[in-house]
């Protein structure tokens, strides 16, 4: 399953996802931190979607109710809600 999840509150825009048997396959986030989301995108592929998402909900960012890193998450979450 792939998506496209457009964040709220973060300086990434968007999150293209793929997500196959409940394992991330890739993850490529537009806008943000370039390193840093390179990175978060390298350490979650290939791990299983409800870990990531359980392990990320609730990252903040500074003074925001939310990060790049919990969107991640929520995305997550949709995507797993659709699946049902």
Partial sequence: ??????????????IDLEVENGIIKSVKFSGGCNGNLKGVSKLVEGRKASEV?????????????TSCPDQ?????????????
């Avoid at 991640?72 to 049902?84: F, G, I, S, W």
């Fill in 72 to 84: 991640l998450a929520r995305a997550l979450d949709e995507m797993a809600a659709e699946e049902k």
């Fill in 1 to 14: 399953m792939t998506k496209t999840y457009y964040t709220k509150g973060t300086c990434s825009t968007k």
């Fill in 53 to 65: 998402a359980d392990l990320l909900r609730g990252t903040k960012c500074g003074f925001k109710n």
